[in-house]
T-cell receptor, first 115, second 113 residues
Framework: EPEVTQTPSHQVTQMGQEVILRCVPISNHLYFYWYRQILGQKVEFLVS????????KSEIFDDQFSVERPDGSNFTLKIRSTKLEDSAMYFC?????????????FGSGTRLTVV | DQQVKQNSPSLSVQEGRISILNCDYT??????FLWYKKYPAEGPTFLIS?????DKNEDGRFTVFLNKSAKHLSLHIVPSQPGDSAVYFCAASARNTGNQFYFGTGTSLTVIP
């Protein structure tokens, strides 16, 4: 079964450092997303991406965040200068269509720990 | 702004019995509701969905009920199996505000053999 792949599974970084979280969405999917879950809290939307541009973003997705699809397969989330409160599980997801009752396919997540 | 709420952080059920997980929402514009299941160290996995034009959707052991007037939905699992033990997230979206999903905080279900 096709899956969304995220690397690394765990990333530890010092406060103020830049991190790049990587995702390989399902190959025929056109819509890509990043969500995050701070420990013990709800899963929160960060950004959606379609046709090489951001289609929606939340208030969380400020100037410290950026996304990119550098080639035909990877989808990356960059945090420019990490803060302690960026520590969370980051999930990448993809879907074939824009608004789907079938949901997205999520990756297994990257646990980001900022120290 | 907690638009989707799951007020029970945990639930324990005996194997073979029914599990009922509840979810409430505040935004009347939501038109799709989904349940995701999440095991530790894995991403959420889509389980079942319902659109706002229906009040029930069934898939095998899983049934989702939607009560629009009460802004409430529930997931019924019957019979419950030990492999159902996981965290269940309710999520909702509104077509006219984009395609992001708003998630609840999850309910951890434990099915006791």
């Amino acid at each position: 079964e096709p899956e969304v792949t995220q690397t690394p599974s765990h990333q530890v970084t010092q406060m103020g450092q830049e991190v790049i979280l990587r995702c390989v969405p399902i190959s025929n999917h056109l819509y890509f997303y990043w969500y995050r879950q701070i420990l013990g809290q709800k899963v929160e939307f960060l950004v959606s991406f379609y046709n090489n541009e951001i289609s929606e973003k939340s208030e969380i997705f400020d100037d410290q965040f950026s996304v990119e699809r550098p080639d035909g397969s990877n989808f990356t989330l960059k945090i420019r200068s990490t803060k302690l409160e960026d520590s969370a599980m980051y999930f990448c997801a993809s879907s074939e269509v824009r608004h789907t009752g079938g949901g997205y396919t999520f990756g297994s997540g990257t646990r980001l720990t900022v120290v | 702004d907690q638009q989707v709420k799951q007020n029970s952080p945990s639930l324990s059920v005996q194997e073979g019995r029914i599990s009922i997980l509840n979810c409430d929402y505040t935004n009347s514009m939501f038109d799709y509701f989904l349940w995701y299941k999440k095991y530790p160290a894995e991403g959420p996995t889509f389980l079942i969905s319902i659109s706002s034009i229906k009040d029930k959707n069934e898939d095998g052991r899983f049934t989702v009920f939607l009560n629009k007037s009460a802004k409430h939905l529930s997931l019924h699992i019957v019979p419950s199996q030990p492999g159902d033990s996981a965290v269940y997230f309710c999520a909702a979206s509104a077509r006219n505000t984009g395609n992001q999903f708003y998630f609840g905080t999850g309910t951890s279900l434990t099915v006791i053999p």
